[in-house]
Each structure stands twice: as C-alpha cells, then as structure tokens.
Antibody, heavy 131, light 110 residues
Framework: QLQLQESGPGLVKPSETLSLTCTVSGASISSGGYFWGWIRQPPGKGLEWIGS???????YYNPSLKSRVTISVDTSKNQFSLKLSSVTAADTAVYYC???????????????????????WGRGTTVTVSS | QSALTQPASVSGSPGQSITISCTGTSSDVGGYSYVSWYQHHPGKAPKLMIYDVSKRPSGVSNRFSGSRSGNTASLTISGLQAEDEADYYCNSYTTSSTVVFGGGTKLTVL
C-alpha cells in the first residue's frame, strides 16, 4: 500500500529556509508514471500547489513561488524534498506531499507532461514561521 | 496564475443533491479535460473524488459526479449524507504545465 510521510522542522525563523522531505513507501519513485508534488494550506485558507517533480528531475513550480522554491528527488532513498527560502509568516501552513497523476504525450519526439491530480496524500506537517 | 473561482459555501439537506461550481479560463478549466475534485475534512489529508473532469477513482461513491461546460467545471453530490460535510476543492492543469486550485467550498449538510 502506497504511503507518503512528510518530515522536517515544525518551526522556522523568518528569512531562513524551510526544508521538508517526503518519504515514499510501497512504491518506487523511479518506476515513473507519476510526478510527486508539494501542496500547502495556510491557516484558514485554501490549498495551494507549490510544485511537482518527476523521477528524472523535471520540475514545475507555482509561478508565485518559483523564485524561492526548489524541489529535488533522491531515488536511492525513495524520497523527494522541498526547500523554500526567505520564509515569512505568510509561509506558515500545513504542508502536504502527494503523488501526482496525469498523462505523458509525445509530439515531435518531445515529451509533454499533463500531471495535475493528487491521488495519494501524506498526512501533512505543520510548519510555523516565527522568531 | 489566479485561483479558480468556487462559491464559499453551499448547503443541502440529507437526500438532496447539490452542485459546486469551479470557474476558470480557457487557459485552464476550459482548455483541458484535466480537472479534479477533492474532499477535505479538517485535520485529515484531502481525498481525490474526481479526475479528468468526470472519472471516479476506485472506491469513490457513485453519488459523486463531475462535468464541465466551457470554462466552468461542476461537482454534483446526490443523495447527500451527513459524512459529505467537508470542504471541497477543484484543481486544473494549466498552460505552462502548472496546476491551480480553487479557493474551496464549505459544504454544510443541514
């Protein structure tokens, strides 16, 4: 049974870098067929997609966060990670990792990825930004 | 990219049907058949209810259905039950291979 588990500090100081890791069990990230993503929910607000990564390292980011976000993958550990730099109180949220489903289409020998739905989620981890 | 537009709240009585709308643009909802819906009970992980506009994952009740017309997608829940009370979110694939969520709708079962 596929399971995802977020881990990382629950408290981060303003201006520092938030770092989280998602450990995947029950399936291999390097098997392909799915992207792996991060989503967050600030207190009292809705869900926000942060970004997604393929096992090959292809990444897509939310344009509003792109300048501060890095998502990476470690297939040897079956993990993927999130780094968000220069955090402020506005980055306080529950952070979820998830498997992202969709479809790959090939046109003119170019791969086009259409991955967008999150079918398996971690339980989420709360990160507070405060001094 | 702007969030998809959902009503803040909807309500219905047990046994009734309700519909939640999700309005975007031709760059997301209207441009691709890639819309999904999530049920989110507070304190739990969101649950995928619909993907590819109208497909149900295995295990999801057939009381949940999805559709789309133009730039607006819709989630319909028939035979409303108390356990359906939750927050519901839509999301869509967009141009540039990004993903956008709706602002969420709180469903109250009266």
């Amino acid at each position: 049974q596929l399971q995802l588990q977020e881990s990382g500090p629950g408290l981060v100081k303003p201006s520092e870098t938030l770092s989280l890791t998602c450990t995947v069990s029950g399936a291999s990230i390097s098997s392909g067929g799915y992207f792996w993503g991060w989503i967050r929910q600030p207190p009292g607000k809705g869900l926000e997609w942060i970004g997604s990564i393929y096992y090959s390292g292809s990444t897509y980011y939310n344009p509003s966060l792109k300048s501060r976000v890095t998502i990476s993958v470690d297939t040897s550990k079956n993990q993927f990670s999130l780094k968000l730099s220069s955090v402020t109180a506005a980055d306080t949220a529950v952070y979820y990792c998830a498997r992202v489903g969709g479809i790959t289409m090939v046109r003119d020998r170019r791969f086009n990825y259409y991955y967008y739905y999150m079918d398996v989620w971690g339980r989420g981890t709360t990160v507070t930004v405060s001094s | 990219q702007s969030a998809l537009t959902q009503p803040a709240s909807v309500s219905g009585s047990p046994g009734q049907s309700i519909t939640i709308s999700c309005t975007g643009t031709s760059s997301d909802v209207g441009g691709y058949s890639y819309v999904s819906w999530y049920q989110h009970h507070p304190g739990k992980a969101p649950k995928l209810m619909i993907y590819d506009v109208s497909k149900r994952p295995s295990g999801v009740s057939n009381r949940f259905s999805g559709s789309r017309s133009g730039n607006t997608a819709s989630l319909t829940i028939s035979g409303l039950q108390a356990e359906d009370e939750a927050d519901y979110y839509c999301n869509s694939y967009t141009t540039s291979s990004t993903v956008v969520f709706g602002g969420g709708t709180k469903l109250t079962v009266l």
